[in-house]
């Protein structure tokens, strides 16, 4: 399968609807975003109609570019948008890409969405795409994403230091984790069978 139709691609399991970004989302999208604890760790925020402006044509300019598909997650059982998360920097040639760009809305942060839309798209990188690496990022401070980031079975590889720019003019340190392709088989595991596992909840998504 090229990866080039992945910027098209609807994405589901049991819980979770995920297609890719429309603009005719802006007007939902609008109800949930303006939450400053989503945008806490994101290198941009979202607090001004203008921000959601630019958010939506970042997001359509990337997929019809092919640079990052973004999806918009859906809980199947509602109906309602409940966040997004995306695969990016995707390097076809050598099996590798990442998922991240991942926030969900004040209603489904602790509701099971993240598991279940983490396992969405592992599930499509691993199994339709044929990755040899999945990996992920977030802000060293970010220990509600780190913790989820363990609970899915990621492993922590280290930090990169002074990695960017933070609205307010911080500078961020990177750590990264990844989930190789002889490692999914037990992470999916991990996933499907999440509920049962003591102490495992989910937590904001990175």
């Keep these: 399968m090229t990866w080039k139709t992945v ?3 609807t994405l589901e399991n049991e819980r979770v609807l995920m297609r890719p970004l429309q603009a005719s989302d802006r007007a939902e999208l609008a109800k949930i975003v303006f939450d400053p604890d989503i945008w806490r760790y994101f290198v941009a925020r979202i607090d001004s109609e203008e921000d959601l402006d630019r958010f939506v044509e970042t997001g359509l300019a990337d ?3 092919g640079r990052r598909a973004v999806f918009m997650i859906f809980d199947k059982k509602t109906g309602k948008l409940a ?3 995306c695969f990016g920097n995707l390097a076809e040639a050598d099996l590798r890409l990442e998922i991240g760009w991942s926030w969900l809305s004040r209603d489904y942060r602790g509701a099971g969405l993240n598991r ?3 396992l969405a798209l592992l599930t499509h990188a691993f199994e ?3 990755c040899a690496r999945v990996e992920f990022k977030t802000d060293v401070l970010n220990e509600q994403a780190r913790k ?3 609970n899915i079975g990621a492993t922590e590889e280290g930090v990169l230091r002074s990695f960017n720019f933070m609205p307010g003019g911080r500078r961020r340190d990177a750590i990264f984790y990844s989930i190789l392709a002889d490692e ?3 992470v999916k595991a991990l996933l499907l069978g999440q509920d049962r596992v003591e102490g495992a909840r989910d937590v904001q998504p990175a």
């Design 184 to 186: 999914w088989p037990r």
């Design 83 to 85: 966040g997004s998360m």
């Design 148 to 150: 989820g980031l363990r």
């Design 63 to 65: 997929i019809a570019a």
């Design 128 to 130: 339709a795409l044929g």
């Design 116 to 118: 279940y839309a983490k």
């Design 7 to 9: 910027f098209s691609q």
